[in-house]
Structures are given as structure tokens and as C-alpha cells.
């Protein structure tokens, strides 16, 4: 929620530029690390927008600065930025390029989202690029291949914790979050039950075995009793669910579909347990799971209400997929074979024509020209900066020189000047490092496009189904059609437009802010 002080200021600053005939607008800052977030980094992102800004008749009416490492605060602070441009109507956003922007999947989406729907042009102004509706195909290309490349690394990500999870599970351990009762002994290396909890657990555990209450009647028991959660909160049945039916507290747990022995000490034993879940009524954990065992599970959504659809078999041999309709009120049984019959014809639809593989070249080229001239741009800049930190040294030496500062003084300055100095080397080297990667993987999308119809039509079953996961979100299905989420960059790629190979790219208007030979002041 926004302060009355923050909007007042936003305010005074929209008018202000309003009325010297300039347009408001917002810049994201990040800076790398804490001892940066008030020093020369952050002091250089903020010079610099603002220099932009005055060259390009904008006038930066707030700044939002995070720190690069606090992820979940960067993007606390990001959507506070989308969020009150939207709500004080500021059409313009700043940043230095479009790593400043954003490092993961969902905030480039979003910052796509307000250009294309919303009227906000976006600005880089390291390269003097700007990214808005009217921006050329091969600008917005650019932005899905960044999409493209946030999401793969968040796959890797994603696979790296798998992979921890299952190195965990082999060694006894139970993967995720321990349950209230439950901690981990850096000592021993171990999970241990925790002695701060473990006599509630055990009271928990053994009065609502011994048959007297219903699940409401015993969180009512419990918060009468004045026992209240870990966060201090009142309990529900959704917690006291969650606790009851939990395995890991008989010294075994699920992973995989299967139960695993835990080395660590069990609360309770397994008869006690499902004693409890027969009591419960519950379904006990570890049933097949069905995404190990349908084709389709997970990317499934009915057409007419959005809902996920689930696997079945009928008589151990039919695969169907249900779901209670929301909209129609009636459950919907789709055939598995037939689901595949209505994926593969929406699929045949996508084929290489002489036009768009004319239209993927052009995208392609075009990408490349304009990143190697963002990494020109960027190189650039950075080497200016870093002369007029050189400068700021010099003249610091001379200060000293004429005794107006002491050792400890020049020592100190020194040492911050040169810790940006190495940073923007760094920053330096990684352009280059990342022009490479953006080229590889350019071509990677446009050879997965070129030969997707061919290797779709040659591949078959759960195959087909990998390719369409791995491109995709979801497919919303009826009982006589299919329509494919595509993700990005393939949801761009797939536009009419492009798919019928309308000459998009070649004359491409000019589409960067004015440069010229020497855009920065100088020191």
C-alpha cells in the first residue's frame, strides 16, 4: 500500500513535468549487493537515467532501487513499480538494459504485458533502446528470446532442486520443508525432533487418537485450550489435516510414489497411523499419482471453464480425462486417443511455409544486428564510466598531495573508486559473453521452429506430448478441438502474421532513442 507521503510526491512530480511539457516517468535500480546500495553503483544507475531522461523529454518522477541479491524483494519492488505506473497513469519506465530489468520469467511477462496492452514504452537507456507497441517485430523477438532464456533458467534451477531432492530422499532424508515437530542438527547432520515442540506433538497426536473428536470439533478443542500455530495463529482444519496426515512423523515418507524409510526417530508407528487414516476417512498418501501415469497430466484445461482436466482409466484398458464443468455443470469424458487426434490436427496447422522461413531469417538477422549494436552501445558507456572513475582517482591522489585529505581518507576512496572499477570491467566482459549467448540461443528457437512440424510429425505418443510440454503452458481441449498456450518465444513466433510469412523485418524503421558520438557527460 502507498504512503501518503510517496503519493504525494509522486503527484507533485507528474505535474511538475506536466507542466514544464515533459513526460513522467519511472526508473528500476539495482544495485549488486548492500554496501553498493547507497555508493558509487547505485550513484552512476541514477546519474545516468536521469541523463536519459533530460535528452529524451522525460522527467523521473520516483526511483525504485532494490538490491540485486534479495530476490523476492526485487520482485516485491518491481510489481510496485508496474503497479503504481498503472495507477498514476506513467506511460514511461527507465532502465539501464534489460538484465536491470529483470532476471526471471513471470516480471518479463509482465513488462510485455504493459507495453503491448497498456500504451508503456520501455527504456534502456545503456543502449539507448526503446521497446514499446509500435516497436518492430525483431525488437519484441528480441524481448521473447530474453523470455526464452529467463525461463531455461529456470528450468535449470528447477532440475537443480529436483536433483537435491532426490539425493536427499536416497540418503533417509524427507525433501522439502520439515513439519512443525521436526528440525535439522547442523551438528548431526540430521533431522532430530525438535524438543521445542515435540511435547505438543505428542499431546496433538495422542488426543485426537484416542476417538473423541471430529476434525472441527478438535481444532476447536485445540484453540480453546489456548494452543496456538507456529506463526501464533489460530488453527484450522486445513493445518491440523495437513499434520494428522502427514507420514513423515512414523519415521518414513513419499517420494517418487514410493515410501521411503527416514533415518530419524518416528513420532508414531505405521499401524498407529493408518488406524488414524481409517478413522479420518482420508485417502492414504502414497496412492498412484497421476502424473506418473497420463499422457496429458498437468498441461490438460477444458476449453469452455479453464479447469485442469485428470487422467482416468475405465475397466484397467480406457484412458479418459474428466473434470466437473464449471460453466455446463456436467462432468466431461474425453478419450485419451481422442484428445490425440485433436492436438495433432491443431498442430498440422503449423507448418514451414516459403514465407515465414523467409520472415525467421529475417527475425534472426535482425536480432542479431540490433543486440551486437546494444552490446556496442553498452561497452561503450561502461568504458566512459570507468575513465571517469579514473579521473575521480586523480584528482583524489592530488587532494591528498596538497594534505586535504589524510592516508585512511585517500585509502578509502581509493579502494571504493576501484571496486566499481573492477565491477564495470566485469560488466565489460560479460556484453560480449552475453551477445554469444543471445546468438545461440537465437538459432536454437529459430532450428526448433524450422523443424518442428517434421519432427513432430515423425515423433509419436508420449513424444508428441514432450514436444508440446516443452513448448507450451497448457491445452485447452473440448470434444472437437484443441487451442495450444504457446510460451514465449514460441507464443510470438506462432502469431498469424508470422506463420503466413508477411515481410515484417526488412526496412525496419528506426526504432532507438537519438545517440551520438559521446551520449555521456564527461567527467
Request: net charge positive.
Amino acid at each position: 500500500m502507498i504512503s501518503l507521503e510517496e503519493a504525494t510526491s509522486i503527484t507533485a512530480g507528474i505535474q511538475k513535468a506536466l507542466k514544464e511539457g515533459k513526460r513522467p516517468a519511472f526508473a528500476y535500480d539495482r544495485v549488486s549487493d548492500q554496501a553498493n546500495a547507497g555508493g558509487i553503483s547505485l550513484e552512476y544507475q541514477e546519474t545516468h537515467a536521469g541523463y536519459y531522461a533530460e535528452r529524451n523529454g522525460l522527467m523521473i518522477v520516483h526511483y525504485f532501487t532494490v538490491i540485486e541479491s534479495a530476490r523476492k524483494e526485487g520482485r516485491k519492488v518491481f510489481n510496485r513499480m508496474i503497479d503504481l505506473a498503472m495507477q498514476f497513469n506513467v506511460k514511461d519506465l527507465i532502465f539501464k538494459n534489460t538484465d536491470r530489468m529483470s532476471r526471471n520469467y513471470r516480471d518479463l511477462m509482465r513488462i510485455e504485458d504493459i507495453y503491448e496492452k497498456h500504451g508503456v514504452t520501455i527504456h534502456f537507456y545503456q543502449t539507448y533502446r526503446t521497446l514499446n507497441q509500435k516497436s518492430t517485430y525483431a525488437d519484441k523477438f528480441i524481448m521473447n528470446v530474453e523470455i526464452a532464456a529467463a525461463r531455461q533458467l529456470s528450468d535449470k534451477l528447477s532440475h537443480d532442486v529436483r536433483e537435491t531432492q532426490k539425493f536427499k530422499a536416497a540418503r533417509g532424508v524427507p525433501p522439502g520443508r520439515l513439519p512443525m515437530g521436526y528440525s535439522f542438527s547442523k551438528e548431526k547432520r540430521t533431522i532430530i525432533i525438535d524438543p521445542k515442540h515435540e511435547r505438543f506433538i505428542r499431546f496433538m497426536f495422542d488426543e485426537y487418537d484416542s476417538g473423541k473428536y471430529t476434525l472441527q470439533q478438535f481444532v476447536d478443542f485445540l484453540n480453546d485450550q489456548g494452543y496456538r500455530s507456529q506463526t501464533g495463529r489460530l488453527w484450522n482444519k486445513s493445518y491440523i489435516h495437513v499434520i494428522l496426515t502427514n507420514r513423515i512423523y512414523t519415521g518414513s515418507f513419499e517420494y517418487g510414489g514410493d515410501v521411503i524409510k527416514g533415518n530419524y526417530e518416528a513420532y508414531i508407528d505405521e499401524e498407529r497411523f493408518e488406524k488414524r487414516m481409517e478413522q479420518m476417512g482420508a485417502l492414504r498418501m502414497g496412492t498412484k499419482t497421476q502424473s506418473h501415469d497420463f499422457l496429458f497430466s498437468g498441461i490438460l484445461y477444458c476449453a469452455e471453464c479453464g479447469r485442469r482436466m485428470t487422467g482416468d482409466r475405465k475397466k484397467g484398458r480406457f484412458t479418459y480425462y474428466v473434470h466437473a464443468c464449471r460453466k455446463t455443470g456436467k462432468g466431461v469424458y474425453i478419450p485419451e486417443d481422442d484428445i490425440s487426434r485433436i492436438i495433432d490436427d491443431y498442430v498440422r496447422e503449423y507448418a514451414i511455409t516459403e514465407g515465414m522461413a523467409e520472415t525467421l531469417k529475417s527475425l534472426f538477422l535482425d536480432a542479431i544486428t540490433i543486440k551486437t549494436s546494444d552490446q556496442q552501445a553498452s561497452v561503450s558507456v561502461i568504458s566512459r564510466q570507468i575513465s571517469e572513475l579514473e579521473v575521480k582517482q586523480s584528482r583524489i591522489l592530488d587532494l591528498f598531495a596538497d594534505a586535504q585529505i589524510d592516508h585512511n581518507a585517500l585509502k578509502r576512496k581509493m579502494e571504493e573508486f576501484q571496486k566499481e572499477i573492477d565491477r564495470l570491467e566485469k560488466q565489460k566482459k560479460q556484453a560480449g559473453i552475453d551477445r554469444n549467448k543471445f546468438i545461440l540461443k537465437t538459432s536454437e528457437i529459430i532450428e526448433t521452429m524450422r523443424r518442428f512440424p517434421e519432427i513432430y510429425a515423425e515423433s509419436t505418443g508420449e513424444h508428441r506430448v514432450a514436444i508440446i510440454k516443452s513448448m507450451a503452458s497448457k491445452v485447452l481441449i473440448s470434444q472437437d478441438q484443441a487451442e495450444i498456450s504457446w510460451i514465449p518465444p514460441y507464443s510470438f513466433i506462432m502469431k498469424k502474421e508470422i506463420l503466413e510469412g508477411i515481410s515484417l523485418v526488412r526496412n525496419r524503421p528506426e526504432t532507438h532513442a537519438r545517440r551520438d558520438s559521446n551520449p555521456w557527460p564527461t567527467a
